[in-house]
């Protein structure tokens, strides 16, 4: 944890930073007693724009948008963006590197959270619990056609080892699964440790695991990776696992894995678009389970990624580089303070 002396706090200048909801008392109180904080809606019109350019810093969700543009009509008071999560698709941080603006995330917050969800999904879809509690609302009997997948013995494809892959990788086999990664960035000694094996590509993995779970970032080289070419290589009957980011996965590719029997389930929990569309054809499949990216909304997640992304704004409003700063490169040629 983050802790100013009394000495440092005495001497940081006021600040304002703005956050997309209420924040705990605790993680406000990471920020220390020289920072306002203002919340108002997410909404980015004309009296959000007002508000936020009163702001050396910005704590914000998955959601908002943070490009150049924005960057720029909000003014110079700007210092820092943060994230109370991972992933920063949502922000440039090529912009904000031009504009010596710091970038921050909270990568360690919602692992727990992220990795029991994707195993829940897997539950739910394995286990036919979804689908079963829908026959049974629908008053259409109580056998299904489908046998469901005992976790003991079935195989479990990581496609992403990092925080969150390394986790679902530990409650998987502690429900007797042998579980196989694709992840040229991590180390056969990390693989190991958790008692996972390493494939050399990723179609070794897709057709060799009865569930695929992505636990990839959203960059240019995981967009659509998992597409019609790499569905048709999962095995029949198999199930597919996504709390990664939406982009990952072409959509209406999997749509028609999904009806034509191909893929047995599906447990979206991101999609390509966000908020989905009501009408989305992921939502009328009677073998998909989908959740509105809820994997990290736990009240102890979300008290954890409030209280490390506060902790690592005030790090950087008095001068200390924050531990999690993405944009590393920027930190000597930061945008200072007026005051």
């Not at 698709?89 to 031009?98: K, L, N, P």
């Not at 694709?182 to 494939?199: I, K, M, N, Y």
């Not at 990664?244 to 047995?264: F, M």
Request: charged letters at 20%; proline letters at 5%.
């Amino acid at each position: 944890m983050i802790t100013a002396t009394a000495a440092e706090i005495e001497r940081m200048p006021p600040a304002r930073a703005w956050t997309h909801t209420t924040f705990d008392d605790q993680a406000l109180a990471a920020l220390g007693p020289l920072t306002t904080v203002i919340t108002t809606g997410p909404a980015r019109d004309n009296e959000w724009f007002a508000a936020v350019a009163t702001c050396d810093a910005l704590i914000l969700d998955g959601v908002t948008l943070m490009d150049g543009a924005a960057m720029d009509r909000i003014g110079p008071r700007l210092r820092i963006v943060a994230r109370t999560g991972i992933g920063i698709d949502q922000i440039s941080v090529g912009d904000a590197t031009e504009r010596g603006i710091m970038v921050i995330n909270t990568p360690d917050g919602p692992t727990e959270s992220t990795a029991e969800h994707a195993i829940a999904l897997m539950l739910n879809l394995t286990k036919r619990v979804g689908i079963s509690d829908r026959v049974l609302h629908s008053g259409q009997g109580w056998r299904l056609p489908l046998h469901g997948l005992e976790a003991l013995g079935a195989t479990l494809g990581l496609v992403g080892l990092g925080r969150i892959g390394g986790r679902v990788a530990e409650i998987a086999r502690a429900l007797g699964m042998r579980v196989l990664a694709f992840d040229p960035l991590v180390s056969p000694a990390r693989a190991a440790a958790l008692g996972v094996e390493l494939t050399d590509s990723l179609d070794q993995l897709l057709a060799s695991a009865d569930v695929v779970s992505l636990h990839c970032p959203a960059i240019p080289e995981t967009y659509r990776l998992i597409d019609a070419t790499a569905l048709a290589k999962m095995r029949p009957g198999s199930y597919l696992i996504n709390v990664a980011r939406g982009a990952v996965v072409d959509e209406d590719a999997l749509v028609n894995a999904l009806r034509s029997g191909h893929l047995a389930g599906a447990g979206i929990d991101v999609f390509d678009s966000e908020p989905a569309r009501a009408d989305h054809p992921l939502f009328s499949l009677p073998n998909a389970v989908c959740t509105p990216h809820i994997a990290s909304y736990t009240a102890a997640s979300v008290l954890r990624m409030q209280v490390m992304a506060c902790e690592q704004v005030a790090a950087a409003l008095r001068g200390q580089r924050p531990s999690e700063l993405v944009n590393r490169e920027v930190w000597e040629r930061r945008r200072r303070s007026n005051s």
